[in-house]
């Protein structure tokens, strides 16, 4: 075989097997997307309360945080398996593969969390990447002083994920205020504004980050009106 079959049967090689990498991390990837479909439906009966069915708006609240909580369970154990599968390759060669699939279920554990914590009439708070990451039971990107070419959580996943929850909870502002949720709107402008600001003080060099960003001030505007309207029409907040 001449020297240059040889460089070129080595690429082969490598590329069929780079193949059958991607192929095994993409079936992981697809189980937690699945897990991750589920949770987003669960998640959008929030928007969906009906008084002359749920008679009891707290009895409701309850019920969709219980059933998110099971399948955020489901989605976060398919994140386990997605981890061991693709602990056995180099991170930063393939975590373009997985990173949007990470991205929601961190959002939805985050909106779990916040749910839960309206249908017991608490103040919202975001879960932290350490609450996160110990769930996972991988660690968070800052734990290190370089990034590692192992598993992680990195900020621009955990980042995504709190805006997302934004963008949500802008709707949920809206939508609460029709199902009778008066006080949501008020817990929610609070919230949102501390992201909004924790947020202004990043130096975002992500694009897409950066982008997405730019929706908190349209989230926040949209909020403050919902409260205003409210504070109009005296109605308790």
């Not at 780079?18 to 987003?40: F, G, L, P, Q, S």
């Not at 309360?49 to 219980?66: I, Q």
């Not at 061991?84 to 699939?101: I, L, M």
Request: net charge negative.
């Amino acid at each position: 075989m001449s020297s240059v079959e040889a460089i070129f049967d080595s690429l082969q090689k490598k590329s069929v097997e780079n193949v059958r990498v991607k192929d095994e991390i993409k079936a992981a990837v697809e189980e937690v997307d699945d897990a991750y479909r589920i949770c987003a439906r669960r998640t959008a009966r929030i928007h969906s309360y009906n008084a002359a069915v749920d008679a009891d708006s707290r009895a409701f609240l309850g019920s969709v945080s219980e059933s998110l909580d099971e399948s955020v369970a489901i989605a976060q154990s398919k994140v386990k398996d997605l981890i061991a599968v693709v602990s056995k390759y180099p991170f930063y060669k393939y975590n373009g593969v997985w990173t949007h699939g990470i991205q929601n279920v961190v959002y939805v554990s985050m909106m779990a969390h916040i749910i839960r914590s309206l249908s017991t009439d608490s103040q919202i708070s975001l879960l932290a990447p350490s609450e996160i990451t110990a769930v996972f039971g991988c660690p968070f990107e800052s734990d290190f002083e370089s990034p590692p070419d192992v598993f992680h959580l990195t900020c621009d996943e955990y980042l995504q994920a709190v805006v997302s929850v934004s963008n949500e909870l802008a709707r949920l502002a809206i939508t609460s205020v029709t199902a009778g949720f008066t006080s949501f709107p008020k817990k929610i402008e609070i919230f949102v504004k501390e992201i909004q600001a924790s947020f202004m003080a990043l130096n975002l060099k992500n694009d897409s980050l950066r982008r997405r960003f730019d929706s908190l001030k349209y989230d926040v505007k949209k909020v403050e009106e919902v409260v205003y309207d409210l504070a109009v029409r005296g109605v308790a907040v």
